[in-house]
Nanobody, 125 residues
Framework: QVQLVESGGGSVQAGGSLRLSCAAS????????MGWYRQAPGKQRELVAR????????????KYADSVKGRFTISRDNAKNTAYLQMNNLKPEDTAVYYC??????????????WGQGTQVTVSS
């Protein structure tokens, strides 16, 4: 099993910044990617960003949702088994519960191995 603990959510005004952290423990070898997803009220959960480890230093891949490109940055500290999401120039439409996920990515198949508890991000105009 994988345990994921998130931190860093909160309330900010539009244009502000927040940094989310997600610390993983447990079956670390069962996943090769960490992602951030979000779910706004009445909407489906969507991918925000995912970082996939290729096993070769500095050669992993990163995927962003079009709506956050240029504003959000995902990173991962493998030594700490921790992923980060730096969110800049936040907009009211970024308001949602943000979830960290440990994913197993093989070619185009993605399997969610574990989920964090979720952290609320609220952006006011």
């Amino acid at each position: 099993q994988v345990q994921l603990v998130e931190s860093g959510g909160g309330s900010v005004q539009a244009g502000g910044s927040l940094r989310l952290s997600c610390a993983a423990s447990g079956s670390i070898l069962s996943f090769n990617a960490m992602g951030w997803y979000r779910q706004a009220p009445g909407k489906q959960r969507e991918l925000v960003a995912r970082i996939t480890d290729s096993g070769i230093p500095n050669s992993g891949s990163i995927k962003y949702a079009d709506s956050v490109k240029g504003r959000f940055t995902i990173s991962r500290d493998n030594a700490k088994n921790t992923a980060y999401l730096q969110m800049n120039n936040l907009k009211p439409e970024d308001t949602a519960v943000y979830y960290c996920a440990a994913d197993s990515v093989i070619m185009s198949t993605i399997r969610h191995v574990g989920w964090g508890q979720g952290t609320q991000v609220t952006v006011s105009s």
